[in-house]
C-alpha cells in the first residue's frame, strides 16, 4: 500500500516554519500510522486462512470411553487398560485396570495409535480389519518395529456420526486375548458412539 505525501494547504498568510514542521511530522507519523496498520489487517486476514481446526472428542468423553473399555473387560473378570488418542495420536485418557501388567499401558497404547493412524489411512474401524485386510507392510512384521505401530486384536478407529471422519482411536490390553480386548473396546464405541458430534 503506498502513501502519497499530500501537499501542505497554501493559505494568503505567511506560516512560521515551526508550524509547517509540526504540521509536516504530524503527517508523517499518520502516514507511518496508516501503513502499519494496513500491514497489520493484512497480515490478520492472510493468518485467518491458514488456521487448521482438527476435530477429536473432548476429554470427558475420552474418559468416559476409556472407563467403559475397563469396565466392560473388568466385568467378565479382565483386568485392563484402555487408551484413547486425539487426532494427534497422543494419549488423550488412560484408565488402568487396578491389577494389569505394566506392559498393558504401552501395548493399549500401540492399539489406538494403529486404529488411528492406520484406520484412517485404509478406511477400516479396526485392527482387526486392519489384519485381516494384509494392510500391516511386509510378512516380515516390520512395520511392528515402529514405535507407535502394533497390529494386534485390540484397537478400534473413533469416528464422528454425521460424516464418518476420523477424531481418534481406542485400545485395550491385559485381557486373555487380542479379541477380548477389542470387544471391551468396541462395547465402549458402541454405548458412546451418538455422543461422537
Not at 507519523?29 to 493484512?42: E, I, K, Y
Not at 473378570?77 to 487408551?83: P, Q, R
Request: some cysteine; aromatic content about 6%.
Amino acid at each position: 500500500m503506498r502513501l502519497r505525501a499530500v501537499p501542505p494547504v497554501l493559505h494568503h498568510a505567511p506560516v512560521r516554519s515551526r508550524e509547517m514542521a509540526r504540521i509536516m511530522n504530524m503527517n508523517r507519523f499518520t502516514q507511518s500510522a496508516l501503513v502499519a496498520g494496513g500491514l497489520f489487517t493484512s497480515i490478520a486476514a492472510h493468518a485467518q486462512g491458514h488456521v487448521v481446526m482438527t476435530p477429536k472428542l473432548d476429554w470427558m468423553t475420552a474418559t468416559r470411553l476409556a472407563t467403559e473399555a475397563v469396565d466392560a473387560c473388568a466385568k467378565q473378570g479382565y483386568s485392563v487398560t484402555a487408551t484413547v488418542v486425539d487426532t494427534t495420536g497422543h494419549q488423550q485418557a488412560v484408565i488402568k485396570g487396578d491389577s494389569v501388567p505394566l506392559q498393558s499401558l504401552s501395548v493399549s497404547y500401540r492399539k489406538a495409535y494403529t486404529a488411528y493412524s492406520y484406520g484412517m489411512a485404509f478406511n477400516m474401524d479396526t485392527t482387526t480389519a486392519l489384519i485381516a485386510a494384509k494392510v500391516t507392510g511386509p510378512a516380515n512384521g516390520a512395520l511392528n518395529t515402529i514405535p507407535e505401530v502394533l497390529f494386534v486384536p485390540g484397537g478400534v478407529t473413533l469416528r464422528r456420526v454425521s460424516d464418518h471422519a476420523v477424531l481418534g482411536g481406542i485400545g485395550v490390553s491385559g485381557a486373555p486375548g487380542g479379541e477380548k480386548d477389542e470387544a471391551c473396546a468396541q462395547a465402549a464405541v458402541t454405548k458412546y458412539r451418538a455422543d461422537f458430534r
